[in-house]
């Protein structure tokens, strides 16, 4: 059974940083592409970033460019989301999914994903 579990989300004042970490168990982590997705109270469900399974491509939507990283350890089964330069509209629920895929290459679509995390809350006051 595949589990993820996120962690590292906080409070945290505009400008600051944090890192987000997912575990996942269960499966053959390096054959998982990996998504971090992100939900505000009252808002749908949104992609933040993305990366393939070898880590060797990845893809960021325009609101997080520049300040967010994904990242991925395939000996730990762990992906990361650092996130610097922190803004208020950047505060929601921070969700890690999986895909298995034979391609190397990045999943962009909410619907495509097979398992989810419950999430970690990401709060940033102004």
């Known amino acids: 059974q595949v589990q993820l579990v996120e962690s590292g989300g906080g409070l945290v004042q505009a400008g600051g940083s944090l890192r987000l970490s997912c575990a996942a168990s269960?499966?053959?982590?390096?054959?998982?592409?990996m998504g971090w997705f992100r939900q505000a109270p009252g808002k749908e469900r949104e992609l933040v970033a993305a990366i393939s399974r070898s880590g060797s491509n990845t893809y960021y939507t325009d609101f997080v460019k520049g300040r967010f990283t994904i990242s991925r350890d395939n000996a730990k089964n762990t992906v990361y989301l650092q996130m610097n330069s922190l803004k208020p509209e950047d505060t929601a629920a921070y969700y890690c999914?999986?895909?298995?895929?034979?391609?190397?290459?990045?999943?962009?679509?909410?619907?495509?994903?097979?398992?989810w995390g419950q999430g970690t809350q990401v709060t940033v006051s102004s």
């Open positions: 269960g499966l053959s982590f390096s054959w998982n592409a």
């Open positions: 999914a999986t895909k298995w895929t034979i391609p190397d290459y990045t999943i962009t679509s909410l619907s495509q994903y097979d398992d």
